[in-house]
T-cell receptor, first 109, second 116 residues
């Protein structure tokens, strides 16, 4: 059983395109996290959400608690956005984190 | 600089030879955790710690041990490594153990372990 599902698994876009990555989860959560992992690199936290919407530069994250769904949007995509984007949730019931398998994004110049 | 430091970054070892991957954070974080990342499976939690001397199992604890004797350090111990523990390992920490899911996670750079 996978508590967190991401789609798509792989995504290729042309530079400048608007990108959406989706995350659905099956448990009640205290927060949802979006993480970024560059090839061969470490993992950095982009957003932590418990409601509504957050924006940082060209990145926007939204969450719908009732529908148990979150989206990560990238506006005006750039090749440096090429990375794996990971959705993670922390359930109300514990102190663990559950992760999606990631979306591999490639932005072509 | 606020960071989580893991060592070694790369290690090739043989079956049965005990090894320790160290993790240290300089942010006075209460919560620390270990994950392994495998292709197609994503990140899975091995162990986590809410504070000094408080540790608990994650989803895949078999074959691993941890200790939290000091707040800043959270080593991962493989007493008798096996090839199925070949993986990329990440340590992470967050500020507060209370509602730890509602605190930003800071990750180490990762440790790539190969067990022959």
């Amino acid at each position: 059983k996978n508590e967190v599902e991401q789609s798509p698994q792989n995504l290729t876009a042309q530079e400048g395109e608007f990108i959406t990555i989706n995350c659905s989860y099956s448990v009640g959560i205290s927060a949802l996290h979006w993480l970024q992992q560059h090839p061969g690199g470490g993992i950095v936290s982009l957003f932590m959400l418990s409601s509504g919407k957050k924006k940082h530069g060209r990145l926007i994250a939204t969450i719908n608690i009732q529908e148990k769904h979150s989206s990560l949007h990238i506006t005006a995509s750039h090749p440096r956005d090429s990375a794996v984007y990971i959705c993670a949730v922390s359930p109300w019931s514990g102190n663990q984190f559950y992760f999606g398998t990631g979306t591999s994004l490639t932005v072509i110049p | 600089e606020a960071q989580v430091t893991q060592n070694p970054r790369y290690l090739i070892t043989v079956t049965g030879k005990k090894l320790t991957v160290t993790c240290s954070q300089n942010m006075n974080h209460e919560y620390m955790s270990w994950y392994r990342q495998d292709p197609g499976l994503g990140l899975r939690q091995i162990y986590y710690s809410m504070n000094v001397e408080v540790t608990d199992k994650g989803d895949v604890p078999e074959g691993y041990k941890v200790s939290r004797k000091e707040k800043r350090n959270f080593p991962l111990i493989l007493e008798s490594p096996s090839p199925n523990q070949t993986s990329l390992y990440f340590c992470a920490s967050s500020l507060s153990a209370r509602s730890s899911g509602a605190n930003v996670l800071t990750f180490g750079a990762g440790s790539r372990l190969t067990v022959l």
